[in-house]
Nanobody
Framework: QVQLVESGGGLVQAGGSLRLSCAAS????????MGWFRQAPGKEREFVAA????????LYADSVKGRFTISRDNAKNTVYLQMNSLKPEDTAVYTC?????????????????WGQGTQVTVSS
């Protein structure tokens, strides 16, 4: 069992930046690939970014490529999402998730563990 807790959400103006953190419990954090997803009111959950166990490989949704950066620090059992040039359409609840697979998945069905989410609101 893995416990995931997100932090760093808040209110920011368009064009601003925000850094989200996801802290994981346990001794085997480096065994999991990690992903970030988001869900806006009335919308389905969508894939944002993923990172491999070692951090050597990343995957991004086209909508955030070039603006967002996913990273991880296995010594701190933490994965990050650096969000720059934020737009109002980025407003959503952002959730991190863990997968035991070696592939970077866009499909949320491959992620076994989920955090509670943190709200990001971008004003115009």
């Amino acid at each position: 069992q893995v416990q995931l807790v997100e932090s760093g959400g808040g209110l920011v103006q368009a064009g601003g930046s925000l850094r989200l953190s996801c802290a994981a419990s346990g001794r085997t954090f480096s065994s999991y690939g990690m992903g970030w997803f988001r869900q806006a009111p009335g919308k389905e959950r969508e894939f944002v970014a993923a990172i491999s166990r070692s951090g050597s490989t990343t995957l991004y949704a086209d909508s955030v490529k070039g603006r967002f950066t996913i990273s991880r620090d296995n010594a701190k059992n933490t994965v990050y999402l650096q969000m720059n040039s934020l737009k109002p359409e980025d407003t959503a609840v952002y959730t991190c998730a863990a997968s035991a697979g070696g592939i970077l998945y866009r499909n949320p069905g491959f992620y076994a563990y989920w955090g509670q989410g943190t709200q990001v609101t971008v004003s115009s």
